[in-house]
């Protein structure tokens, strides 16, 4: 497999693709908190405004990745991002970067970040052998969690350490190196067929005739019937929904309690947040065992509850002493590498439910019910960190986190075995 160009250049350009959006998660709401001032309010609305396109467009990024080149997909999405943090950079050195750029810039990227992401989901099904998809997924999910453990150290790095507009170069040049790598693949993917129409009587002259949705929308119905019709992916969707909203609301009182309360610079602020990474790359070695071995509706819940929980430590922490960034590092360890295990697990039940015709679809539509409510956590957060205080804010939305393995718990996914359940087909 790694003597294939085109997967190298996949793997190449998704690493660094992936390393410039959590390097831009993390350096547009610090310049924001550390650059311009922002209050918890600013704050909140400038991470809802950069989760938007998660609610707005999942389902038609899903239904148009079906049937589109994800070669052309992501290399689009790259160009546009580059685009987008290098307009904010420009904006920086004449002196005009302000929230309104910023928020122009979180939309942007946001927006583009949903394309890419179901496309690179899509694209390897397409572009490898089928005996190839395992030892593809891992390299793939590999260099996520890489990205994950250098991206937030490198934005709160870029921040600390050069101005705004120099830092906000820096993202666009990353999405930049992704397009390139991209663009040079050349195997023509294999875009399944939609499934036949079944035969319609034509109307009768004296009736008028039936008006139908436009296609894109008939398969963005498809998508819902198939997620919300099947047990096991509907639980999936309520448990993600609780996780990514109650996340939200703590992630933007977390990103003022670190400079704020207990008085953490850019850099200390990224190195914490990178701790995630190394979790995650050891959550994806657990993934390839513990379910296989204990069950795994028991490794959800179990991981699920360990992982969520590890926040719930953050607020008693008080002050910058020496062992507030290792306790800081701790729990994100502990947090990414439970939280990757759910992720993987999750995933593999997904793939292994859903057609391969439809395998794009079902990504986006899991995504906008389980990310679609982000938007609204963020600017929760904010409005609890301005009327509760930071501190307060911090605990109630990280046990908030909580009712994700409990809804998990109460549902069929509890009672999932060793190996996962068979895979659904479509009935005309």
Known sequence: MWRDRDFRRLWVGQTVSQLGEHTTLVLLPLCAVLTLGADAGELGVLRAVGQAPILLLSLLAGAWVDRWRTRTVMVLADAGRALALGATAVAGLFGALGLPALL???????????????????????????????????????????????GPALGGALVSVLAAPIAAASGALLFAMSFLSIRRIRRSESIPEPAPERSRRLPEPTQEPQRRPPRVWRRIGEALRFVVGDTSLRAVCLASAAFQFSLAAMMTVYLLFLPRELHLSGTQIGLALAATGPGALLGSLLAARLPGRFGHGVVLVSAAALGDGAFLFVPALHGSSAGTVPALVAVSLVFGTFGQLVNVTVMGVRQALTPDGMQGRAAATVTFVGMGLTPLGSLLGGFLADEWGLRLSLAVTAAGMLLSPLLMALSPLARLGRTLPARRHLVD
């Open 104 to 150: 122009v810039a979180a939309f942007a990227v946001g927006a583009l970040s949903v394309f890419f992401d179901v496309a690179y989901q899509t694209s390897l099904v397409r572009l490898v052998k089928r005996d190839q998809l395992v030892p593809g997924n891992s390299a793939l999910e590999g260099s996520r969690s890489a990205a994950q453990i250098a």
